[in-house]
């Protein structure tokens, strides 16, 4: 018995030390191939290649906005690369909003390996280039992120000055995200990047749009609601009946983005917009 005990715990102890190995390879699933902008139908967006931090050169999609708009500085999802979100380009274009969106190391012809630190590294080099390169003042620059996104959003937005921070579809942190499936794993042990927005959104300070969807079937909402339970005011939740994960463009969000930003004052004045209910929500106690 005692055998079979300490076989079963040798071997649990490797499944560990495996998830601690390969975890990274689960977080970040890119799509290495480089494309230009005009390859998705975006011919007015340009390829941007600046440097991260060790010097890696990274590749963003640029769209300038129009007079008076903001631009996202936009973070993706841990999957695909900028050409996989032609789609919400256009329609943030469409509506005068300027983008730049980042390709993460190792997506979309970016070079180096994704991690959380890097990551966040990469958000304020990215952050700096928009400001110092591309001339867009911190209190026109708003940060935007996309599920994985949303835990480098929120980090750029304590480090850096921006006019407003977005999540859609932010997690409370990976770690509960994956306990999901690896319920039987120590994660909070064994996996490096956490992205613990949790442990963070508290300390920002400009106004926050959550847009989650109810039927969000990888992140639950009720991880949306706890963030925006710690969150401070000003502070938006919109609820998406029937969006899932992926398809939030579909059912509403970038109209509830616009109705958020177009009542935002910028960064460098006092907050006096007090927060827009969109929807009836029930907070988690």
Known sequence: MLNLLLSLLGTYALICFGAWVLHRYFLYM????????????????????????GGVKLIAWYLPARRGKPTLLYFTGQSGSTANRARKIEAIAASGYGVFMLNYRRFGGSGGWPTEANNIADAVAAHAYLEEELGVSPRNIVAYGESLGTGVATRLALL?????????????????????????????????????????????????????????????VAQA???????????????????????????????????????????LRPAVVRPVYVEQVALAS
């Open 30 to 53: 890119p799509d290495k191939k480089r494309y230009a902008p005009k390859d998705v139908g975006l011919a007015e967006v340009e390829e941007i290649t600046f440097e991260g931090r």
């Open 225 to 267: 609601r706890q963030v925006y339970a710690a969150a401070n005011e000003p502070k938006t939740l919109a609820i998406l009946r029937r969006g899932d994960h992926n398809d939030l463009f579909d059912h509403g969000a970038w109209g509830k983005v616009t109705a958020f930003l177009d009542t935002r004052e910028p960064v």
């Open 160 to 220: 850096r000055p921006v006019k407003a921070l977005v999540l859609e579809a932010p997690f409370t942190s990976v770690v509960d995200v994956g306990r999901q499936v690896w319920w039987f794993l120590p994660l909070r042990l064994v996996m490096t990047d956490q992205y613990r927005t949790i442990d963070r959104i508290g300390s920002v300070k400009v106004p926050l749009l959550i847009v989650h969807g109810a039927r969000d079937s990888m992140i639950p």
